[in-house]
């Protein structure tokens, strides 16, 4: 057992201590810039709406309680979240970007990432008009003292700012801090609401036992949902490689059985961030536009309709959600450079190494492609049965409080805490190689 000395020198000279501090930093900045409210606008009016709106209650718990507040940071980590899904599927169509994704090495990548930027401006612009609009038509929403032409031009502005600086916010974690900038806002944002989730369940639970009964029920259920999510996340298919022996002099080097690990689940939680950006981006200006003073009824009953059809609480939702689920972890183990069939087959034929019983070259790929496809597949139907099992479990003993914090919140918030202790993880082993290589 490593001693309290040893376990200093780690944390010192791998730099963690650094990184960590630099995370909570950029994250103490990110809660500021959330308390900071929009001028001219009436934030007791909206944040009643956003109450009773699933939608924009949803929305507000992943902008950390920033659009319920009309914050200066109201549209959150969305604008780069849904220009990062963009960019990544134009990228998969379009020859030029996919080769800058897969044969330009950091250069491509870094153009891929100056072009989801651009995006994310565009799409910041346009969310923040759309978001005006519908304060526009909410009852004392606007403050009347305001200057109208003024005042829309400069919160457009000033959202579109604030979209920008949680955007800078994400990419300083993921390059200077801890883990993955986007998904740990999200983190931090899902955190900061449960203490309203559980004050409003335990308003609604105190005064009948039967509820209490269903709370604990759907407790448990949360519980294992979490421990599935666990094995999930570090479910690995471990494919055996065989390599080959070298004699140099009068000594035989190599030989050593490896294998190759294939994730269960190679997209972690992006897949399911993605999917919900994906859904509520459309659901969203349904329900903006919805507002709108329509002359033609069946206009109006349509965009009604949709709303309703696309709202977090119908069944199409929820089908719709799985569906997304599992294309994105097939599309997000398709561009992972180190999940690719032919280049791994490519790599083990070069250094002699191989399958057993599998000839190298064409046949070593196709055989992991199947493995790699049936392994995706398994991890894409247990991601979408466990996103549904809270989420019913929570109608079903009719304590929806915790709808907020359900299914989606947990696997966010397991896999972004999985992935922040592998990180961890690594700087300890790399100072532990460090010190080995001093000896």
Same mark, same amino acid.
């Given at each position: 057992m490593p001693s309290t000395d040893d376990l200093m020198s780690m944390w010192n000279a791998s730099g963690l201590k650094e990184k960590i501090l630099f995370t909570f930093l950029m994250i103490a900045v990110w809660r500021f810039g959330v308390q900071m409210p929009l001028y001219g606008i009436n934030n007791q009016v909206f944040s009643s709406i956003a109450q009773g709106n699933n939608i924009i209650g949803f929305l507000d718990l992943f902008s950390g309680g920033a659009l319920g507040k009309v914050s200066i940071l109201a549209l959150g980590i969305g604008p780069f979240i849904t220009s990062s899904i963009i960019v990544q599927l134009v990228s998969v169509v379009i020859p030029s970007l996919e080769k800058l994704q897969k044969e330009e090495g950091e250069a491509g990548r870094r153009k891929l990432s100056q072009y989801t930027r651009v995006f994310t401006v565009v799409l910041a612009i346009f969310q923040s008009f759309i978001f005006m609009l519908y304060l526009h038509h909410l009852p004392g929403a606007i403050m009347p003292q305001v200057n109208p032409i003024a005042f829309y031009a400069s919160s457009i502005c000033v959202l579109t700012a604030g979209a920008v600086l949680v955007m800078w916010i994400s990419e300083l974690i993921t390059e200077k801090g801890i883990g993955n900038g986007g998904s740990l806002v999200i983190f931090c944002g899902i955190l900061s609401g449960i203490p309203i989730y559980a004050s409003r369940t335990a308003q609604l639970v105190k005064a009948s036992s039967q509820m209490q009964i269903g709370l604990l029920v759907l407790l448990t259920i949360f519980f294992l949902a979490m421990i599935l999510i666990v094995i999930m996340q570090e479910a690995v298919r471990k494919v055996i490689i065989v390599n080959p022996k070298r004699q140099i002099g009068n000594k035989v080097y190599g030989g050593m059985n490896s294998f190759i690990p294939f994730k269960l689940n190679p997209g972690g939680v992006m897949?399911? =961030?993605?999917?919900?950006?994906?859904?509520? $981006?459309?659901?969203? =200006?349904?329900?903006?536009?919805?507002? &709108?003073? $329509?002359?033609?009824?069946?206009?109006?009953?349509?965009?009604?309709?949709?709303?309703?059809?696309?709202?977090?609480?119908?069944?199409?939702?929820?089908?719709?959600?799985?569906?997304?689920?599992?294309?994105?972890?097939? $599309?997000?183990?398709? !561009? %992972?450079?180190? %999940?690719?069939?032919?280049?791994?087959?490519?790599?083990?034929?070069?250094?002699?190494?191989? !399958?057993?019983?599998?000839?190298?070259?064409?046949?070593?790929?196709?055989?992991?492609?199947?493995?790699?496809?049936?392994?995706?597949?398994?991890? &894409? !139907?247990?991601?979408?049965? !466990?996103?549904?099992?809270?989420?019913?479990?929570?109608?079903?003993?009719h304590i929806e409080t915790l709808q907020g914090i359900g299914a989606t919140s947990l696997i966010i918030m397991v896999g972004v805490a999985l992935d922040l202790i592998n990180q961890v993880r690594t700087h300890l082993l790399a100072r532990n190689y460090e010190s080995f290589l001093k000896e």
């Open positions: 897949p399911i =961030i993605f999917a919900i950006a994906i859904l509520l $981006f459309p659901s969203t =200006i349904l329900a903006l536009v919805g507002q &709108a003073n $329509f002359k033609s009824a069946a206009v109006k009953n349509l965009v009604l309709n949709l709303n309703h059809y696309l709202s977090p609480d119908g069944i199409t939702y929820y089908l719709l959600y799985v569906g997304l689920i599992i294309a994105l972890t097939f $599309f997000y183990a398709s !561009i %992972m450079p180190n %999940m690719q069939p032919k280049d791994i087959a490519d790599n083990l034929k070069k250094y002699g190494s191989s !399958i057993p019983g599998i000839k190298p070259g064409k046949p070593t790929a196709e055989a992991l492609d199947k493995i790699l496809s049936k392994t995706t597949f398994i991890g &894409a !139907i247990g991601l979408g049965i !466990i996103a549904l099992v809270p989420s019913f479990a929570s109608y079903a003993t």
